[in-house]
C-alpha cells in the first residue's frame, strides 16, 4: 500500500473520530508547546544570538570581596577602576577585554536638542573594546573610540529604535546632538539593535563610561563600580593569570585582602547557574538539572497518550480482526496505525507550534524571562527579535522529540493489537 493511501486513511480516520482525534490533537499540542517554550528559553540563554555570537568563549568578572583582618571589616562588591585600568586591561591571555560602570540608576532620559521631548532609554557606560566582543551591525557611522574613552568625549552610539524615537528615522541620526539627562552627546553611530532578552549586551544608548563623574573612584583596593566582560580562548589560563593578580596584591602588604573567587565566569556557567561559584558546566550536568521537567513535559504526556491510544484499539478490536480475515497482514495493520497517530500528531505539533508563537507575541516576550535570573521581566519592549522568533533548528528538534516519542507511545499498544488472533479479536 503507497503513502498516499495511507495518508488517505488516516485523514478518514481523524474525521471519523472527532472526539478521539481532539483530545489526542489537544494533548500533543500541549505537550509540544510546554517543550518548544522550555527549549527555546534555554536556548536565549545559551545560543550565540546577535549580538552575542561569542558567547562560548565569553567570561564575566563581576565582583570582588575585600577584607580587613584587623579590623573585621568585609566589603563584596564590583570592581574597582584601578583593578580594571592597572590589570585587567593587561590580561595576556585574554583576547578582548572591556569594562562597563554600573550606575545607580539604570535607566536615564535623553530630551530631542530642540523639543525637549523625553524618552526614557536603558544607557550603557562601556569602552571602545565592547564593540569587539559584541560585533553590532552598524546601519551607520562607528564605535567611539580609545581617545573618546580617554578624553571623556560626549559621545553615543545609539540603536535604530532610539533614532526613530529621537530623530524619526533611523539613518541621517550620526553627527546630530542629543541631550542625555540636559547634557549634549553627539551620536557617532546607529546600530541594529538586539533583543533585550540579551542582558549583557543590551542598551538604547552606550557612551565611554568617562562621561559620568566618579568612574575611577574605588571605595576600598579594588572594590569600585565595574564590571567587566573578557573574550579567551583558554578559561583555565586566564583564571590562572587573574588569581595571580590577587595573589600579588597579597603578598605586597598585609593590611587587607582581596578574593576574586572563582572568577571570571563562563557565559555557560553564568547562564545555567548564576548562584554557582564553580565554573566548570557541562552539557551532561545541564539535562540533569533539567531531567525532571523533560520527564514532566515529554514522558506523562505519551504515557496518557499511550495509554488513550490503547483504549481506543479496544475499540476498534473487530475492525482489525475482520481486516485481518480477509488477508491482511500485521505490519499492514501497523503501518495503517502509525501512521493514523503520525497524522494527529503533525496536526498537534503544528497547533503546539502556533500556541509559542501566539504566546510569545502576546505577552511581549516575558514568557521567555523563566528560569533566566538575569533579565529583568519588564525590560522586553523589544524581547522578539528574528534570531528568537524564528530559530529553525530549536523549533524542529523539540517537534522531532516530540513525534518520535508520540510514535513511541502508540506502537506499543497498536503492536499488542495486531499480534491478537482473529477469534480473539472477532470475540
Same mark, same amino acid.
Given at each position: 500500500?503507497?503513502?498516499?493511501?495511507?495518508?488517505?486513511?488516516?485523514?478518514? *480516520?481523524? !474525521?471519523?473520530?472527532?472526539?478521539?482525534? /481532539? &483530545?489526542? &490533537?489537544s494533548g500533543t499540542a500541549l505537550a509540544i508547546a510546554t517543550t518548544t517554550l522550555f527549549a527555546v528559553i534555554y536556548y536565549v540563554k545559551i545560543a550565540p544570538i546577535y549580538p552575542e555570537t561569542n558567547r562560548m568563549q565569553t567570561y564575566y568578572f563581576r565582583s570582588v570581596q575585600w577584607s580587613e583582618p584587623a579590623s573585621g571589616r568585609?566589603?563584596?562588591?564590583?570592581?574597582?577602576?584601578?583593578?580594571?585600568?592597572?590589570?585587567?586591561?593587561?590580561?595576556?591571555?585574554?583576547?578582548?577585554?572591556?569594562?562597563?560602570?554600573?550606575?545607580?540608576?539604570?535607566?536615564?532620559?535623553?530630551?530631542?536638542?530642540?523639543?525637549?521631548?523625553?524618552?526614557?532609554?536603558?544607557?550603557?557606560?562601556?569602552?571602545?573594546?565592547? !564593540?569587539?566582543?559584541?560585533?553590532?551591525?552598524? &546601519?551607520?557611522?562607528?564605535?567611539?573610540?580609545?581617545?573618546?574613552?580617554?578624553?571623556?568625549?560626549?559621545?553615543?552610539?545609539?540603536?535604530?529604535? @532610539? /533614532?526613530?524615537?529621537?530623530?524619526?528615522?533611523? @539613518?541621517?541620526?550620526?553627527?546630530?546632538?542629543?541631550?542625555?539627562?540636559?547634557?549634549?552627546?553627539?551620536?557617532?553611530?546607529?546600530?541594529?539593535?538586539?533583543?533585550?532578552?540579551?542582558?549583557?549586551?543590551?542598551?538604547?544608548? *552606550?557612551?565611554?563610561?568617562?562621561?559620568?563623574?566618579?568612574?575611577?573612584?574605588?571605595?576600598?583596593?579594588?572594590?569600585?563600580?565595574?564590571?567587566?566582560?573578557?573574550?579567551?580562548?583558554?578559561?583555565?589560563?586566564?583564571?590562572?593569570?587573574?588569581?595571580?593578580? /590577587?595573589?600579588?596584591?597579597?603578598?605586597?602588604?598585609?593590611?587587607?585582602?582581596?578574593?576574586? !573567587?572563582?572568577?571570571?565566569?563562563?557565559?555557560?556557567?553564568?547562564?545555567?547557574?548564576?548562584?554557582?561559584?564553580?565554573?566548570?558546566?557541562?552539557?551532561?550536568?545541564?539535562?540533569?538539572?533539567?531531567?525532571?521537567?523533560?520527564?514532566?513535559?515529554?514522558?506523562?504526556?505519551?504515557?496518557?497518550?499511550?495509554?488513550?491510544?490503547?483504549?481506543?484499539?479496544?475499540?476498534?478490536?473487530?475492525?482489525?480482526?475482520?481486516?485481518?480475515?480477509?488477508?491482511?497482514?500485521?505490519?499492514?495493520?501497523?503501518g495503517q496505525v502509525l501512521w493514523e497517530n503520525l497524522l494527529l500528531t503533525m496536526v498537534g505539533g503544528v497547533v503546539g507550534l502556533m500556541i509559542v508563537w501566539t504566546a510569545l507575541w502576546a505577552t511581549s516576550g516575558s514568557l521567555l524571562t523563566l528560569l533566566n535570573e538575569e533579565v529583568n521581566p519588564t525590560a522586553t519592549a523589544s524581547?522578539?527579535?528574528?534570531?528568537?522568533?524564528?530559530?529553525?533548528?530549536?523549533?524542529?528538534?523539540?517537534?522531532?522529540?516530540?513525534?518520535?516519542?508520540?510514535?513511541?507511545?502508540? *506502537? &506499543?499498544?497498536?503492536?499488542?493489537?495486531?499480534?491478537?488472533?482473529? @477469534?480473539?479479536?472477532?470475540?
Amino acid at each position: 500500500m503507497s503513502i498516499t493511501t495511507y495518508f488517505k486513511q488516516a485523514w478518514r *480516520m481523524m !474525521f471519523a473520530n472527532k472526539l478521539f482525534s /481532539a &483530545i489526542y &490533537i489537544s494533548g500533543t499540542a500541549l505537550a509540544i508547546a510546554t517543550t518548544t517554550l522550555f527549549a527555546v528559553i534555554y536556548y536565549v540563554k545559551i545560543a550565540p544570538i546577535y549580538p552575542e555570537t561569542n558567547r562560548m568563549q565569553t567570561y564575566y568578572f563581576r565582583s570582588v570581596q575585600w577584607s580587613e583582618p584587623a579590623s573585621g571589616r568585609l566589603m563584596q562588591s564590583r570592581l574597582g577602576y584601578e583593578l580594571v585600568k592597572d590589570h585587567l586591561y593587561k590580561l595576556k591571555t585574554a583576547t578582548n577585554v572591556s569594562a562597563t560602570y554600573e550606575m545607580w540608576d539604570p535607566q536615564i532620559y535623553l530630551q530631542h536638542p530642540e523639543t525637549l521631548q523625553e524618552i526614557k532609554v536603558t544607557p550603557r557606560l562601556t569602552d571602545p573594546a565592547f !564593540f569587539k566582543i559584541y560585533p553590532f551591525r552598524f &546601519i551607520e557611522g562607528k564605535p567611539f573610540t580609545e581617545e573618546d574613552l580617554s578624553t571623556g568625549r560626549r559621545v553615543a552610539v545609539i540603536t535604530d529604535c @532610539t /533614532a526613530r524615537r529621537m530623530f524619526g528615522s533611523e @539613518t541621517g541620526a550620526v553627527g546630530k546632538t542629543m541631550k542625555i539627562n540636559f547634557r549634549d552627546f553627539r551620536v557617532v553611530g546607529v546600530i541594529e539593535s538586539g533583543s533585550s532578552l540579551m542582558s549583557d549586551s543590551y542598551a538604547d544608548v *552606550m557612551m565611554p563610561y568617562s562621561t559620568e563623574k566618579g568612574y575611577d573612584l574605588d571605595r576600598e583596593a579594588f572594590v569600585g563600580s565595574m564590571v567587566v566582560t573578557i573574550t579567551a580562548s583558554d578559561g583555565d589560563a586566564l583564571r590562572k593569570e587573574i588569581s595571580e593578580i /590577587a595573589r600579588r596584591r597579597n603578598n605586597s602588604q598585609s593590611r587587607y585582602e582581596v578574593d576574586f !573567587f572563582d572568577y571570571p565566569k563562563s557565559h555557560l556557567a553564568w547562564a545555567v547557574n548564576p548562584s554557582n561559584v564553580e565554573d566548570y558546566v557541562s552539557w551532561k550536568s545541564i539535562l540533569r538539572q533539567n531531567l525532571l521537567v523533560v520527564l514532566v513535559l515529554l514522558v506523562v504526556p505519551a504515557l496518557n497518550l499511550s495509554g488513550l491510544i490503547s483504549s481506543r484499539m479496544e475499540m476498534r478490536s473487530s475492525e482489525l480482526g475482520v481486516r485481518r480475515s480477509f488477508g491482511a497482514t500485521r505490519p499492514r495493520l501497523l503501518g495503517q496505525v502509525l501512521w493514523e497517530n503520525l497524522l494527529l500528531t503533525m496536526v498537534g505539533g503544528v497547533v503546539g507550534l502556533m500556541i509559542v508563537w501566539t504566546a510569545l507575541w502576546a505577552t511581549s516576550g516575558s514568557l521567555l524571562t523563566l528560569l533566566n535570573e538575569e533579565v529583568n521581566p519588564t525590560a522586553t519592549a523589544s524581547a522578539l527579535s528574528s534570531d528568537i522568533l524564528f530559530a529553525p533548528a530549536v523549533f524542529a528538534a523539540a517537534f522531532l522529540l516530540c513525534v518520535i516519542l508520540n510514535l513511541l507511545s502508540a *506502537m &506499543i499498544p497498536a503492536w499488542i493489537s495486531v499480534r491478537k488472533q482473529v @477469534t480473539e479479536c472477532l470475540r
